[in-house]
T-cell receptor, first 113, second 115 residues
Framework: EPEVTQTPSHQVTQMGQEVILRCVPI?????FYWYRQILGQKVEFLVS????????KSEIFDDQFSVERPDGSNFTLKIRSTKLEDSAMYFC???????????FGPGTRLTVT | AQSVAQPEDQVNVAEGNPLTVKCTYS??????LFWYVQYPNRGLQFLLK??????LVKGSYGFEAEFNKSQTSFHLKKPSALVSDSALYFC?????????????FGTGTRLQVTL
């Protein structure tokens, strides 16, 4: 069964550094999303992406964040200058045109020190 | 704004007994409702959804959920719990407008099934 994959599984970075989290959505899906889950808290929406542009973004997704689909398979989330409070599990998700449910990857645990 | 409430942080049930994990929602218009399960160190796995039609929807691993419009609830149920069902369960709602609409999640309920 097709799956969403994410790399790396764990990323440790120093405050102020740039990080890029990578995702490979399910191949015939056209809608892509990033969510995050701070330890012990609920899953929060960051951004949705369709047709090479952002469809919707939350107040969390400020100028430090950006997303890109650099080729036909990858979908990336970049944090330009990481802060301690960016430490969280970041989930990528994708959905098909014909379905309502989103399929999630296993997540990248980002630790900012 | 859409929201989801999961009033129980944890639900404990003995194996073989029925289980219910509660969820209530608030959304303008008709809701699209979902349940996801998260096992340790894993992503969110889709269990089931309600879009329209029958109020009782069936999903993966023997789970089902009952949509109740008057009570704005979408409780997750299983007739006979297994130890392997122990995990974190999230209820979610999406706005019907827009194909790329975000999911809004509840805070999650930890299900503990014991022998």
């Amino acid at each position: 069964e097709p799956e969403v994959t994410q790399t790396p599984s764990h990323q440790v970075t120093q405050m102020g550094q740039e990080v890029i989290l990578r995702c490979v959505p399910i191949s015939n899906h056209l809608y892509f999303y990033w969510y995050r889950q701070i330890l012990g808290q609920k899953v929060e929406f960051l951004v949705s992406f369709y047709n090479n542009e952002i469809s919707e973004k939350s107040e969390i997704f400020d100028d430090q964040f950006s997303v890109e689909r650099p080729d036909g398979s990858n979908f990336t989330l970049k944090i330009r200058s990481t802060k301690l409070e960016d430490s969280a599990m970041y989930f990528c998700a994708s959905s098909a045109v014909w379905s309502y449910e989103q399929y999630f990857g296993p997540g990248t645990r980002l630790t900012v020190t | 704004a859409q929201s989801v409430a999961q009033p129980e942080d944890q639900v404990n049930v003995a194996e073989g007994n029925p289980l219910t994990v509660k969820c209530t929602y608030s959304v303008s218009g008709n809701p699209y409702l979902f349940w996801y399960v998260q096992y340790p160190n894993r992503g969110l796995q889709f269990l089931l959804k309600y879009i329209t039609g029958d109020n009782l929807v069936k999903g993966s691993y023997g789970f089902e959920a009952e949509f109740n419009k008057s009570q704005t609830s979408f409780h997750l149920k299983k007739p006979s719990a297994l130890v392997s069902d122990s995990a974190l369960y999230f209820c979610a709602v999406r706005d019907q407008e827009g194909a790329a609409s975000k999911l809004t999640f509840g805070t999650g309920t930890r299900l503990q099934v014991t022998l």
